[in-house]
């Protein structure tokens, strides 16, 4: 089974910064890697799919690059609504999630 | 707008076997995607656990494959989990969640809400 290594798990953070979560995978997987936000009770929501592209609706704060085995999230300007935890995801080979970032506040 | 829920015993013993439903509303679930199954342990991160496609195609979460099996019903336009012998580590939330892409595993953008299943005697 594929791997999946987020860091950090967790990140203190103010408005207004620029928030990066990075994901390794144990073997390559082309850019077959989705990002999701997960808030307390709810179930996660989809940010980000094939490394990069913005699921409808979701704030142009966000982005995702990487390729191969290296994959980052970005958020360039925290806003209140952001602090939650961070899931990515791999769907290379089945699917697996990394372990989770949780964004809070500094 | 399509919405997905989730159904079942909130409490299930260690030995037996968990078994929840997903009802489907605003799509039919012979649509062409993969309809999946994730559950999150109290405090913990996300676990996939399996999906189904038009009742054809299965997948399962490897280290789960022999106590997993997830079904599609046509009739009821719901798809179902059963996770036999349980033990208190199967105690999670459960998620159902539709693929977003037709004919292929990909990532879910449509999710119930969750439901609480706590194994204990």
């Known amino acids: ?106 | 707008q399509v919405q997905l829920r989730e159904s079942g015993p909130g409490l299930v013993k260690p030995s037996e076997t968990l078994f929840l439903t997903c009802s489907v509303a605003g799509s039919s679930i012979s649509s062409g995607y993969y309809w999946g199954w994730v559950r999150q342990p109290p405090g913990q991160g996300l676990e996939w656990l399996g999906a189904v496609y038009h009742g054809v195609d299965t997948s399962y979460k490897s280290s789960l494959k022999s106590r997993v099996t997830i079904s599609v019903d046509t009739s009821k336009n719901q798809f179902s989990l059963k996770l036999q012998s349980v033990t208190a580590a199967d105690t999670a939330i459960y998620f159902c969640a539709r693929s977003q892409c037709s004919y292929a595993l990909c990532p879910f953008d449509l999710w119930g809400q969750g439901t609480l299943v706590t194994v204990s005697s």
């Open chain 1, 1 to 106: 089974d594929i791997q999946m290594t987020q860091s950090p798990s967790t990140l203190s953070a103010s408005v207004g910064d620029r928030v990066t979560i990075t994901c390794r995978a144990s073997q390559s997987l082309s850019n077959w890697v989705a990002w999701y936000q997960q808030k307390p009770g709810k179930a996660p929501k989809l940010l980000i799919y094939k490394a990069s592209t913005l699921e409808s609706g979701v704030p142009l704060r966000f982005s995702g690059s990487g390729s191969g085995t290296e994959f980052t999230l970005t958020i360039t300007s925290l806003q209140p609504d952001d602090f939650a935890t961070y899931y990515c995801q791999q769907y290379s080979s089945q699917l697996t999630f990394g372990g989770g970032t949780k964004v809070e506040i500094k």
